[in-house]
């Protein structure tokens, strides 16, 4: 985590007039640049906004100052839209938006008017999903184990939501669920678990070890994970929780639909947060950007705040490949909406 980002000699002289201009830019625009920020102030992507906005300005050329501006719920919508409709692209202008912003593009949330899959990716910090069963201690759950506890109660906040992804995970394995809804954080489905109300809960976002830990002692055992984001989209073996399979290993999908639809809904369960630029940024700011920010990311203080909250911090290409999971969303999203409808009874507000 101490390494800083190097360009190779070549590879910096070829940039190098690039480079120049976006930093010419930076230095002689007036104001402060910006970093708009998809939720409340105080809020958890607004911490990381935070963070980020001074540890990227010192690592800036000019050491600009760089302004969070909160802005909407914690959903990330309101700033999603922002992004898209009033972000010019001219380097002074980035965004941080929490992944609940992709959840609401890929379940047909009215509100949504803008597309990710065309911003441009900055850096993004991915946390871990694990769902956890009620079987005995120390046993394997299998696709089997699932079937015989079909129709699985599982607790989860909202069809729009990181629960999602547990969701079609189950349904691409043809597991019958039961959804206990309403249950809107870890605490909830715990409680609700020890309660027996539910059988099955899915554990995401920030800190995932640390709420697993009551459920291990109230008879709770992992089943699966969602796993981590690895280079050119695959996905890798969670090392939060080495050994433990992942969804797509219990057993093939029962139909494409939701195969494709579950990559998209882990990638967007896996982001706590996702750094971005405007569309049609130029290539040389987004250069300093993203270089920028991989310095913020290797800070000490970054660093041990992404380690505390079990956050892997990764760079353009790994965001790229999960904003790429989305691409299927305008072709096939109707279907989508009418399985979430039918099973869940989604209906997108």
């Known amino acids: 985590m101490n390494r800083r980002h190097m360009l190779g000699t070549l590879a910096a002289s070829a940039l190098l007039p690039g480079l120049a201009r976006a930093q010419t830019m930076a230095q002689s625009a007036t104001g402060p640049m910006t970093l ?10 607004s911490r990381w906004g935070n963070a980020f906005a001074l540890a990227i300005s010192n ?5 600009p100052n760089i302004v969070a501006e909160p802005v909407g719920g914690l959903d990330g919508v309101t700033g999603a839209n922002r992004l898209d409709a009033l972000l010019v692209p001219d380097g002074r202008s980035a965004a941080i938006l929490p992944g609940a912003s992709l959840l609401a593009y890929l ?22 999903g694990v769902l956890m069963l009620r079987a005995p201690q120390g046993s394997t759950p299998t696709l089997a184990t699932f079937q015989k506890m079909a129709p699985l109660r599982i607790g989860v906040a909202q069809t729009q939501s990181g629960d999602l ?17 309403g249950l809107h954080d870890s605490a909830e489905k715990t409680s609700a678990f020890i309660a027996g109300s539910v059988d099955a809960v899915f554990i995401s976002g920030e800190g995932v070890p640390e709420d697993l830990t009551p459920l291990i002692a109230s008879g709770a055992v992992p089943a699966f994970c969602i796993g981590a984001a690895g280079q050119g989209g695959i996905t890798t073996p969670d090392p939060l929780f080495p050994g433990l399979p992942l969804a797509t290993a219990l057993g093939p999908a029962v139909n494409p639909l939701l195969d494709t639809a579950y990559e998209a809904a882990a990638a967007a369960a896996r982001l706590d947060f996702l750094l971005v630029l405007p569309r049609l940024t130029d290539p040389s700011a987004v250069a300093l950007w993203r270089s920028a920010a991989q310095q913020a990311a290797n800070s000490q203080a970054v660093s041990a705040a992404a380690a505390a909250s079990s956050i892997s911090l990764q760079p353009a290409p790994v965001l790229a ?3 790429t999971t989305l691409a299927f969303v305008p072709a096939e999203q109707p279907q989508l909406l009418a399985f979430l409808a039918k099973n869940y009874g989604w209906q997108p507000g």
């Open 36 to 45: 708009l920020v998809a939720g409340p102030d105080g809020g958890q992507t």
């Open 59 to 63: 690592a800036f050329p000019g050491g």
């Open 107 to 128: 379940t047909g949330d009215t509100r949504v008017h803008y597309d990710p899959t065309h911003w441009t990716p900055v850096l993004a910090g991915f946390s871990s």
């Open 165 to 181: 992804a547990a969701l079609l995970a189950l349904a691409r394995l043809g597991i019958a669920t039961a959804p206990v809804f």
């Open 321 to 323: 490949d999960a904003l």
